[in-house]
C-alpha cells in the first residue's frame, strides 16, 4: 500500500516564476492538507482540500493555490515566487469524511509525504 | 496561535526517558504528536482528544490536561531510533479542522 507520494523531489526556481507541485494520497484518503515547513520550524498549514473545494486556509497570500482531482490527488501552485519560499513543502492526507479528523469510529491520523523541496534562487 | 514547546532540545543515554511538553493559549480540541527525522517526513505518533481518548504508538505515552491545555509525550526506555524533533500539533475544534505545529523538540539518544 504505497503511502503519500509527491513530486518532484527537489525543485530550483527563480524570483518571480511560477511552480506547481503534486501530492496523491495514501489508499483511501480522500482529505489533502498541504504545509511550508522552514528549516528549523514546525510545519505551517497553507490549506486542506476536500471534495476538490479548500475548505480551511492558513495565513498565506493568494499567490499561494490549489487543485484537488477527482482521484483525490491534490497540486499547490505558487505565482510570482519570492525568496522567502523556499522551504520544504508537505502534502498530508487523512481519511474519513469531513471534518478530516473526526470520523464516527473516532480521530483519524494525518499522514505526511516525504515532501518537496523548494529553492528560489 | 503557534502551541510552545520544552524543552528545545533533549540529548539522553539509551535507556533513559524523556518527557516533551506542549502547550497552548488557546482551548484546544485535540493535540497530534510526530517525530520527523532529518531529511524526511513527519511520522505519526498519538493523537489525544479532548475528554480522554487517545490513539497511537504503542510505546509512547503522552496526557491532555484540557484545563491547562497542555499535553506531556513521555519516551520510556528510549532508544537510538527515537532520536528526532518531535512536534506537536494543535486543533482547536469548532470549525477550524486545521493543526497548528510548534518549532519542535531535538531529541537525541546517545549509545
Known amino acids: 500500500d504505497a503511502g503519500v507520494t509527491q513530486s518532484p523531489t527537489h525543485l530550483i526556481k527563480t524570483r518571480g516564476q511560477q511552480v506547481t507541485l503534486r501530492c496523491s494520497p495514501k489508499?483511501?484518503?480522500?482529505?489533502v492538507s498541504w504545509y511550508q515547513q522552514a528549516l528549523g520550524q514546525g510545519p505551517q498549514f497553507i490549506f486542506q482540500?476536500?471534495?476538490?473545494?479548500?475548505?480551511q486556509r492558513g495565513n498565506f497570500p493568494d499567490r499561494f493555490s490549489g487543485h484537488q482531482f477527482p482521484n483525490y490527488s491534490s497540486e499547490l501552485n505558487v505565482n510570482a515566487l519570492l525568496l522567502g519560499d523556499s522551504a520544504l513543502y508537505l502534502c498530508a492526507s487523512s481519511a474519513g469524511h469531513w471534518p478530516p479528523f473526526v470520523t464516527s469510529g473516532g480521530h483519524n491520523e494525518q499522514f505526511f509525504g516525504p515532501g518537496t523541496r523548494l529553492t528560489v534562487l | 496561535q503557534q502551541p510552545v514547546q520544552s524543552p528545545q532540545a533533549v540529548i539522553l543515554r539509551e535507556g533513559e526517558d524523556a518527557v516533551i511538553n506542549c502547550s497552548s493559549s488557546?482551548?484546544?480540541?485535540?493535540v497530534h504528536w510526530y517525530r520527523q527525522k532529518h531529511g524526511e517526513a513527519p511520522v505519526f505518533l498519538m493523537i489525544l482528544l479532548k475528554g480522554g481518548e487517545q490513539k497511537g504508538h504503542e510505546k509512547i505515552s503522552a496526557s491532555f490536561n484540557e484545563k491547562k491545555q497542555q499535553s506531556s509525550l513521555y519516551l520510556t526506555a528510549s532508544q537510538l531510533s527515537y532520536s528526532g524533533t518531535y512536534f506537536c500539533g494543535t486543533e482547536s475544534g469548532g470549525s477550524n479542522y486545521k493543526l497548528t505545529f510548534g518549532k519542535g523538540t531535538l531529541l537525541t539518544v546517545n549509545p
Open positions: 489508499s483511501g484518503h480522500d482529505t
Open positions: 488557546k482551548a484546544l480540541y485535540s
Open positions: 482540500y476536500y471534495e476538490e473545494e479548500e475548505r
